[in-house]
């Protein structure tokens, strides 16, 4: 079973408030997070590093969410990206056509999980370890890093001095 610290999300959503919770909640479970603050914004980053899962808004300047998976899907590469829709509007007008739209897409190529905002820490890091195939023991209680995230985001985050005296403690 993976690591959260080997997984990385892609968190889409043109509020900067929303983005930034959901990033900081999925980083504390332990996983690498990049952001996009709308759909163009998001394509562009899928193509250029794709993530392991991405979380997406449905209503957005520029590209809504259903267009983004529209075209994820057009491509044989993205055919299989887990995708979690976030929205506040899937019981709104707003957002009633973009349901509709995921409700017509045939099963394969739906969403993995629609989500109404406001989402909690738990049920988010739960649904993308079951998704990523994540133990969630590994991710932790209530969102908090496991001992093997936390070493791994300590040495990565060393410098060599400090990684040439890990290397000493080892060996010995």
């Known amino acids: 079973m993976a690591h959260a610290s080997e997984k990385r999300i892609l968190v889409v959503d043109d509020e900067p408030d929303v ?21 163009e914004d998001a394509l562009e ?5 794709p993530p392991d899962l991405m979380t997406l808004d449905m209503v957005m300047p520029r590209k809504s ?3 983004v998976i529209r075209s994820l899907r057009e491509s044989e590469r993205f055919t299989n990206l887990p995708v979690i829709v976030i929205t ?9 056509e973009d ?10 190529l739906r969403p993995r999980y629609t ?7 738990e ?11 994540v133990d969630t023991d590994e991710v932790g209680a209530g969102g908090q890093q496991s001992e093997y995230d936390s070493v791994v ?3 990565r985050n060393s410098d060599e001095d400090t990684l040439a005296r890990i290397k000493d403690l080892l060996n010995r």
């Not at 980053?45 to 590093?49: R, S």
């Open 65 to 67: 969410g259903i267009a």
């Open 99 to 108: 349901i509709k739209g995921f409700n017509a897409f045939t099963s394969g």
């Open 45 to 49: 980053k899928v193509n250029a590093n």
């Open 88 to 96: 506040a509007h899937a019981h709104t007008d707003l957002g009633s």
């Open 123 to 133: 049920k988010l890091v739960k649904a993308i370890a079951d998704i990523l195939d």
């Open 115 to 121: 989500m109404e905002k406001p989402v909690t820490p």
């Open 153 to 155: 985001n300590m040495v």
């Open 19 to 39: 983005r930034n919770f959901l990033a900081t909640c999925i980083e504390d479970a332990g996983f690498v997070v990049e952001t996009a603050h709308d759909g």
